[in-house]
């Protein structure tokens, strides 16, 4: 158990629906990223939010958009969404100044049909 | 640019067999960390071991022992005695570090070795 949630667990979703993912950070951690993982493949960043705001982005259209609330909860949200984005996604949370000791959550598995 | 790879794409082995997982990263910063995760079926990734680019100190923890040699950039994991609980998918990564307004620890992942342990 690391502390940190993610909901729902399970989705289908059929293509050009829009979807939004939660994750709930382990207390205290300011630091939050998301990454996608496409079945028989490691996880791919897709941002990070920091203090509420992006920190950086990996290579993902700007359909895969985000937020970061004052509680450092965390939304992944898609819109458009298409078959290829079928995966598993995956929030970790962190402290700015520890921010190589990462926490994941249980993912998220989607289904786009 | 980073780059992870783990050549091994599956591995079986029957119980009470060491078995080694391969990595070999790429990377243009002097200064880095290198991480093996774990993946049960489950799909939460748990994290093993963390080792920065100073460190070349090689250890055993348990049944877990890591190799890490920057002169050939690899960091190889080794679990002796293996046990069907250890079935998995291994992740090696890579993060560098940071650099004012870069990403906090942002993770470059290999695509993973799936362990099989047959009892």
């Known amino acids: 158990e690391t502390g940190v949630t993610q909901s729902p667990t399970h989705l289908i979703k059929t293509r050009g629906q829009q979807v939004t993912l939660r994750c709930s950070s382990q207390?205290?951690?300011?630091?939050v990223s998301w990454y996608q993982q496409a079945l028989g493949q490691g996880p791919q960043f897709i941002f990070q939010?920091?203090?509420?705001?992006?920190?950086g982005r990996g290579n993902f259209p700007p359909r895969f958009s985000g937020l970061q609330f004052p509680n450092y909860s965390s939304e992944l949200n898609v819109n458009a969404l298409e078959l290829d984005d079928s995966a598993l996604y995956l929030c970790?949370?962190?402290?700015?100044?520890?921010?190589?000791?990462?926490?994941f959550g249980p993912g998220t598995r989607l289904t786009v049909l | 640019a980073q780059k992870v790879t783990q050549a091994q794409t599956e591995i079986s082995v029957v119980e009470k067999e060491d078995v080694t997982l391969d990595c070999v990263y790429e990377t243009r910063d002097t200064t880095y960390y290198l991480f093996w995760y774990k993946q049960p079926p489950s799909g939460e990734l748990v994290f093993l071991i963390r080792?920065?680019?100073?460190?070349?100190q090689n250890e055993i923890s348990g049944r877990y022992s890591w190799n890490f040699q920057k002169s050939t950039s690899s960091f190889n994991f080794t679990i002796t005695a293996s046990q069907v609980v250890d079935s998995a998918v291994y992740f090696c990564?890579?993060?560098?570090?940071?650099?004012?307004?870069?990403?906090?620890?942002?993770?470059?992942f290999g695509r993973g070795t799936q362990l099989t342990v047959w009892p």
């Open positions: 990564a890579l993060s560098e570090a940071y650099r004012g307004g870069s990403t906090l620890g942002r993770l470059y």
């Open positions: 207390s205290g951690h300011n630091t």
């Open positions: 970790a949370s962190s402290l700015e100044d520890r921010y190589n000791e990462q926490f």
């Open positions: 939010y920091y203090r509420e705001e992006e920190n």
């Open positions: 080792r920065n680019s100073f460190d070349e």
